[in-house]
């Protein structure tokens, strides 16, 4: 539980400040996780929205609902993400982690190492940068 | 924010308490001093009222104040430098560490179980020392001085003089424009008289009397006489009294010290301390401009750059550090109070009551009530003149406000008498006397004054202490109002730029957000207090921020571990080594495991550095450790800082302890379990036409099917020499350890022969690592050569030459990423128990190779010497883990592992060492060509040999030559050109006839129940002496499969000397050998249907051999010539060649067949008898010129190891049933008399051109005849692969039918030939009726009697058979019964009667057999012979 899957950062030359920041959202993901009560949990929206904005970033927080989380960093001057952007790519990276979850040799829980993936998550960098 | 001992509702009016200033007179200063105190240290434990004390306020009502303290303190006349406070309050957090034995409690949330240590004593330190250390400001009186104490002692000469000079100071003090800081409450402070009265010294009546004075000079309210110092101080040791003063003293040890050095100058000069102070912190003036927001780095603080360097300048910060600890230590070798008895302590206690009581409340319950009756004249004027203006300008807020912006809002200050000061001052009184209902009130009122002000700086200190008398008002009427808080953060913050009075305000209300469990506002005030100037509270706060997300009700954890982590950055940076240490511990927890690496290993590194600037090694080396030995998912330039960085630590660690064991290293990986063990020499490269036996070398990989082989291989050799039956204590030997091998026994290594050890080594970084010196490590227990055991097992470890030579390889270098195997060799000297332990290298990363990528180091950098940056010496132990048991129950329900031995051989004493060399061996070979090699065997040992064998699974394919080998030339350039076999010139007229000649298989060592695969090899003394090496010739012959063949031999031998451990050595050779097609020969025999020969034994048989050049290969084999044809056998032998062929030598060229028949016959009987059952007889039909004896070695050779891997093949085994054991002898019986036992031996030259050279090759093919008329092939055929069948799960039903011989086998129980005539005249005008004697003769082939019926009934079933014409008849009897003796031969006189010409088939009879004795008959038709024609002619 909360073991990174997959971490993919843009510049890479301050990737720890990143993976500080994603793992430290996941404390929000898990608050409004909980705070969304039992029942509505079938029913409820996937993407949580703007987990907490700091000075520089936004961090934008997706949960499936066997609990894998997605959490994606963009920085906070891009103003031509709002939320529907946000929202359509949360979704695109969600079936592309179906398709590797459907990949019979992909052993749950292990690092995603899908090239497939990977070229996904670059192609949506490339087109937010 | 973490557990506090003190709640907030104490916290608050302790940060808060009445000030009283204390001004002594030299004399009183000395009297106290006795006790290492000063006089405000003097009180400080008793300041606190143990009763209740109660006041009245303005409006009359009765307060009651609990628990109320009072603060005495000298009177400084400087504010307190911000940078001097700050080193009390970095000292302060640096001198308070969590306890050693401290219980952490452990939180679990989620899947997180952090131990984390509810309480944070530094912090609460820090904010006791942080509050009490505010300086006095102008908008607030919280800390201004109420009351003055005057302190003269009765010691002086004039006390009441003294008294007046003290209220003289005092005046000048609060009302000179000269000092302009010890702040004052009001104009006219309380001046309380005190005389001090030494006990032990001075003289009680005079003290009386001045005190007497003072009553009527001052009131008894207003003076005291306080007697101290009962005993004198050299007498101080022998009882113990509680030192009170210890627990408020140590944590200020630096303020004491200044406070002593400055002391005595207190009174008379205080410009003196001025300077003093200055000189002491070394601090500069531009600290006076009022900004304590200055970034002028702390004296303990360390650079940050410093910190980020490589190098650690740790020696510095602990110097500091203990020098420290020497003035900590100096404090509490100092006793307080030693001239103080108990009663003195109470007499202190008395006074501080006595003066709050009687002095100080009065004074303040007077001030309150003045205070108010201005408030309430003014009130009563300033309300209605607000409410007009209101009126006036109702709803005209907004410009009145844009006009107030622009004054300056910060800047603004109150003249000390203004009436809004006044209400403030009221406020603090009360909240000081811990009246809140009316503190909160009047800042109520104040703050919304000083709003409309626009005087920011004393609004927010209104807000402030509004918020917190609200908080603190019992019964709490109203809720906490955080806003105010919030605004006077902010106000403090940014517009007054006040950093200091900001953080007061925080930390009060984090305190009281968390009382009242709102923990997520109270870590956003913290977090956001944090800021960039003052490294040591921003870390404070942040770690109190952490504590406020783990102690909420769902607990943030990794909330909590990152504030930590920026919280121990910030200590860190604020030169708190070990709290920032402590803090990154903490956040560990978290990251820890969660595969967060990156975020892991810069924590780790982080820790490694703390700990070794606090110059915890081992923590530093296992956190570096941590980060090398994980898979890493850092850079290559990364892992290489964080390498250089480990061994720089590691190397500062052996250094610590040069003497101490080598430090475990985590790198390179070793991959315990692919360990190999290798005993003996290295192989010898082939050396020209010499080829050394192949052996076990570290280069061969693993391959369980060939050591399986071998193992069996082994296994006959031990068996044959142990007289057919395997020691059972007998164990494959194993010359090279590996995973696979069975380790479980300690093996056994022999002196003076190397011990080669590979270790497999596996580099994780992206950089190069280069290993130097590496060696084994190893411990040895010698033994006394006598075998006893030595009585004290001496122990010796690695670096002993004369028992166990170490061999050292100087440079081992792993790229990134790399595996590599080392081979490392140990030469033992003495035998013992060898321990191979692990190994030991310096481990170092190479200079100037550090390109980015790490792979892309210079090439030359690799051949030439590594520039070595930095390395340190370690070990690393081999430590190989057996296989998992699963024998027993208990073993499979538990895993177990067993031992593995691998790395513990026995070294034992000397033992014969074998190298065979192999000259003139070929690759290549037709199938059959005999070749001639030499093997040499050479002793390189220093003890002989003897018994040596060879045992190999193909015995066929080589031979040393029998017994009766005569002696070929020995040495291999003499036999360059001669014939493998051995020759003798024929003469060539006597070519049809058989040559005959005999020979023995036991002499070929084929005899019954030898083991043909063991070989013994002879050497010429059956022992091979030290140094000595023999010569011997050895034949080949090609396998008769073509393709690679691998030729597994196995040299036996054992040492002269019996060895109770080791009994016999091994070695190991395969041979390759590509053997390519030549002949392919196909032989059947058939019954001769001619009469007898002279012997008058029925049985010759005539043989066909078919021969068939089959080689395909278009360039190399000319032709092959068929030089002999010789037969082998115990009972028959060639007799002479039938057909002979118009070209005698009887050339194949390619693709080409011949035939060619011969005739055999039986050996005479006597011979038979007279010979040995295993005598063989030879017939040589020779069709060249020179007779091969084919009787002798090797032709002799390599017929009996054909013809023994013939019989190898399973034959029918008697069957174990007894009631049907007569029926299978007659089988048997049935199934011999089809039987034959010829073997047939075919010689050939081969015409070859190779290089343009023309060789001859010679071969042989066997052929081995079983049964007549079933055709035997040189050659197994190949066999049509089995059509997968299916799987059958039922059990098959018992196919044990009686065994019935064929009707094949049956048919051939008789042999009959008819004689006759072929063609017969017989004039049939004479006589109308022909009749023609015919002989049918009838011989038993069987070794029983059998019985015979001859029916000369025409068969009429075909109805062709009516149609033929010329029938004939038989005359006579038409029928026989004969019984025939074992080969015994009749004959039947039969006549035919024809009556016309013509030809006729006399093959009709028809016979039947049946063997005699036989109940179960088995009456088969014999095979009719051949169409025997008969012509009959008319004359």
Partial sequence: MNYPLYIRSAPTENELKFHYMVHTSLDVVDEKISAMGKALVDQRELYLGLLYPTEDYKVYGYVTNSKVKFVMVVDSSNTALRDNEIRSMFRKLHNSYTDVMCNPFYNPGDRIQSRAFDSMVTSMMIQVC | ?1435
């Fill in chain 2, 1 to 1435: 924010m973490a557990q506090c001992v003190q709640s907030v509702q104490e916290l608050i009016p302790d940060s808060f308490v009445p000030c009283v200033a204390a001004l002594c007179s030299d004399e009183a200063e000395r009297l106290t001093r006795l006790n290492h105190l000063s006089f405000a240290e003097l009180l400080k434990p008793f300041s606190r009222l143990t009763s209740e004390v109660h006041m009245r306020d303005p409006n009359n009502q009765l307060h009651i104040i609990k628990n109320l303290k009072i603060a005495v303190s000298n009177i400084i006349t400087q504010p307190p430098q911000p940078g001097a406070i700050r080193k009390l309050l970095n000292d302060v957090v640096s001198g308070s560490q969590p306890a050693e034995g401290l219980v952490a409690n452990v939180i679990t949330a989620g899947d997180y179980d952090l131990n984390i240590s509810a309480t944070t004593p530094w912090f609460e330190s820090y904010r006791e020392t942080f509050l009490q250390s505010m300086p006095a400001s102008d908008h607030e009186f919280l800390n201004h001085y109420l009351a003055c104490m005057l302190v003269a002692s009765s010691s002086e000469a004039e006390p009441v003089e003294q008294f007046s000079k003290l209220s003289q100071e005092q005046h000048r003090i609060q009302h000179n424009s000269d000092y302009s800081y010890p702040k004052w409450f009001i104009p006219n402070t309380l001046k309380y008289y005190v005389l001090l009265h030494d006990v032990s010294a001075g003289d009680e009546q005079r003290a009386e009397s001045i005190y007497e004075e003072m009553k009527q000079k001052y009131g008894t309210q207003g003076c005291y006489l306080l007697k101290i110092n009962s005993r004198t101080s050299n007498r101080a040791s022998d009882e113990q009294i509680p030192d009170p003063w210890s627990q408020y003293l140590q944590k200020n040890s630096i303020q004491n010290q200044e406070s002593y050095e400055d002391g005595p100058c207190t009174i008379t000069s205080n410009k003196n301390s001025d300077s003093n102070l200055l000189s002491l912190d070394g601090l500069d003036n531009e600290v006076k401009d009022g900004l304590p927001n200055n970034f002028r780095a702390h004296p303990l603080q360390l650079d940050s750059s410093s910190d980020a360097s490589n190098s650690i300048d740790g020696p510095d910060h602990v110097k500091s550090a203990s020098s420290l600890h020497e003035t900590k230590k100096a404090n509490t070798g100092i006793i307080h109070g030693a001239c103080l008895t108990l009663t003195d302590h109470d007499r202190i206690r008395q006074f501080i009551q006595e003066f709050t009581f009687r002095g100080l409340l009065p004074h303040i319950e007077k001030t309150i009530r003045q205070l108010n009756d201005q408030l309430i004249s003014r009130k009563g004027l300033s309300r209605s003149l607000f409410s007009a203006t209101k009126k006036w300008f109702s709803g005209s807020k907004v410009p009145e406000k844009s006009i107030n912006e622009l004054k300056n809002t910060s800047g603004l200050l109150y003249p000390p008498e203004a009436p809004e000061l006044q209400i403030r001052k009221m406020a603090d009184l009360c909240f000081l006397v811990q009246h809140y209902d009316l503190a909160y009130s009047c800042y109520h009122t104040a703050k919304k004054d000083f709003l409309n002000d626009q005087a920011m700086l004393y609004a927010a200190g209104a807000l402030e202490m509004a918020a917190v008398s609200a908080f603190l008002q019992p019964g709490a009427p109203r809720p906490y109002p955080a806003h105010y808080m919030d605004t006077a953060i902010q106000t403090y913050r940014d517009i007054c730029k006040n950093m200091v009075l900001a953080e007061r305000c925080v930390l009060l209300s984090a305190e009281i957000l968390k009382s009242q469990s709102k923990y997520s506002e109270a870590a956003a005030l913290l977090i956001r207090l944090t800021s960039e100037d003052s490294d040591l509270r921003s870390a404070l706060l942040l770690e109190q921020a952490a504590h406020c997300f783990i102690n909420m009700k769902s607990p943030m954890v990794r909330k909590y571990a990152f504030h930590m982590i920026l919280a121990g950055h910030r200590f860190s940076k604020a030169g708190q080594k070990k709290h920032a240490l402590r803090c990154y511990c903490q956040a560990m927890q978290v990251y820890k495991g969660k595969g967060w690496s990156l975020a892991e290993d810069h924590i780790n590194f982080t820790i490694g550095r703390q700990s070794y600037t606090l110059r915890q090694l081992d923590n530093a080396v296992s956190a570096f450790r941590h980060i090398l030995i994980n898979e890493s998912k850092q850079s290559a330039a990364q892992q290489g800082a964080f390498l250089r960085e480990y061994l720089y630590v590691y190397k500062n660690v052996s250094q610590l302890s040069p003497d101490g064991p080598l430090p475990q290293l985590p790198l390179p990986y070793i991959n315990s379990s692919a360990t190999r063990v290798f005993f003996g020499h290295d192989r010898r490269p082939a050396d020209g036409e010499k080829q050394a036996a192949t052996h076990v070398s570290l280069d061969q990989e693993y391959d369980s099917e060939s050591s399986q082989q071998w193992r069996e291989l082994e296994e006959q050799v031990v068996a044959v020499v142990n007289r057919g039956v395997v020691p059972s204590n007998f164990y494959p030997t194993q010359y090279c350890l590996n995973s696979y091998s069975d380790n479980s026994r300690f093996p056994l290594a022999v002196v003076e022969e190397p011990i080669t050890v590979e270790v497999a080594f596996r580099n994780p970084l992206k950089v190069p690592l280069l290993l130097t010196d590496l060696s084994l490590l190893w411990k040895f227990q010698p033994k006394d050569i006598s075998g006893k055991d030595n009585e004290e097992v001496k122990e010796l470890v690695s670096g002993e030459p004369k028992m166990i030579g170490t061999e050292v390889i100087s440079e081992f270098l792993i790229n990134s990423e790399e595996s590599k195997v080392a081979r490392l060799k140990l030469f033992p000297h003495h035998i013992g128990e060898l321990h191979i332990l692990g190994v030991v290298y310096n481990l170092g990363t190479i200079q100037g190779c550090m390109t980015v990528d790490g792979i892309g180091s210079l090439p030359g950098c690799h051949t030439g010497k590594h520039s070595l940056s930095m390395s340190v010496r370690g070990r690393q132990d081999l430590e190989i883990q057996g296989p998992r048991l699963n024998n027993t129950k208990e073993e499979k329900t538990s895993i177990k592992y067993g031992p593995d031995r691998r790395l513990d051989p026995i070294i034992t004493e000397e033992m014969p060492l074998l190298e065979v060399f192999f000259i003139h061996f070929p690759t290549g070979l037709l199938c059959g060509e005999i070749r001639k090699a030499y093997v040499e065997f050479v002793n390189v040992s220093k003890s002989p040999l003897t018994g040596l064998k060879v045992v190999s699974k193909r015995p066929e394919f080589f031979t040393f030559g029998g017994n009766t080998a005569v002696l070929t030339p020995l040495s291999p350039s003499a036999s360059e050109n001669c014939s493998a076999y051995k020759t003798v010139a024929t003469d060539s007229t006597a070519v049809c006839t058989a040559l005959i000649s005999s020979a023995s298989s036991v002499d070929f060592g084929i005899g019954i129940g030898s083991q043909p695969e063991v070989i013994p090899v002879p050497l010429p003394d059956t022992v091979l002496l030290p140094g000595a090496s023999v010569q011997l010739p050895m034949w080949l012959r090609g396998p008769d499969e073509e393709g690679v063949h691998e030729i597994n031999f196995l040299f036996y031998y054992e040492s002269v000397k019996k060895q109770p451990k080791i009994r016999h050595r091994i070695l190991r050779h395969t041979a390759v050998i590509c053997t390519s097609r030549s002949l392919n020969v196909r032989a059947t025999v058939c019954r001769s249907n001619s009469l007898e020969d002279e012997e008058g034994r029925g049985g010759n048989m005539l043989v066909f051999v078919d021969v068939e050049n089959t080689n395909t290969s278009e360039a190399g084999v000319k032709e092959f010539h068929i030089v002999q044809v010789s037969s082998s056998s115990k009972h028959w032998k060639f007799q002479k060649s039938v057909n002979l062929s118009e070209n005698k030598d009887a050339k194949l060229a390619s693709r080409e067949k011949g035939k060619f028949c011969f005739k055999a016959i039986r050996c005479k009987e006597k011979e038979v008898a007279t010979q040995s059952s295993e005598k063989y007889t030879f017939a040589d039909i020779i069709f060249g010129n020179e007779q091969i004896i084919s009787s002798a070695s090797p032709c002799a050779d390599f017929f009996y190891r054909s013809l023994s891997s013939e019989l190898k093949k399973p034959q029918a085994q008697p069957s174990v049933h007894t009631e049907k054991q007569s029926l299978e002898d007659a089988v048997r019986l049935i199934q011999k008399c089809s039987e034959v036992d010829l073997n047939i031996v075919v010689l050939w030259k081969a015409y070859v051109v190779e290089d343009s050279k023309q060789l001859i090759l010679e071969g042989q093919h066997h052929v081995i005849l079983r049964t007549i008329g079933k055709e035997a092939f040189s050659c197994p055929q190949k066999q049509e692969p089995p059509e997968m069948e299916l799987l059958k799960f039922f059990r098959p039903e018992n196919t044990t039918v009686p065994l019935r011989p064929s009707v094949e086998q049956l048919s051939n129980l008789i042999k009959t030939s008819l004689h006759y005539p072929e063609s017969f005249n017989h004039p049939f005008h004479q006589k109308s009726l022909c009749l023609v004697p015919v002989t049918l003769l009838l011989s038993n082939c069987s070794k029983a009697d059998v019985d015979v019926i001859v029916d000369l009934r025409h068969k009429t079933t075909s109805p062709e058979a009516l149609e033929i014409h010329g029938s004939f008849t038989w005359l006579g009897q038409t029928q026989y019964k004969l019984q025939l003796k074992s080969q015994e031969i009749h004959s039947l006189q039969l006549k035919a009667c024809f009556v016309h010409t013509g030809v006729y088939n006399l093959g009709t009879p028809r016979v039947f057999a049946k063997l005699s004795d036989q109940v179960t008959v088995f009456e088969t038709s014999q095979q009719n012979s051949m169409p025997a024609l008969i012509i009959i002619n008319n004359v």
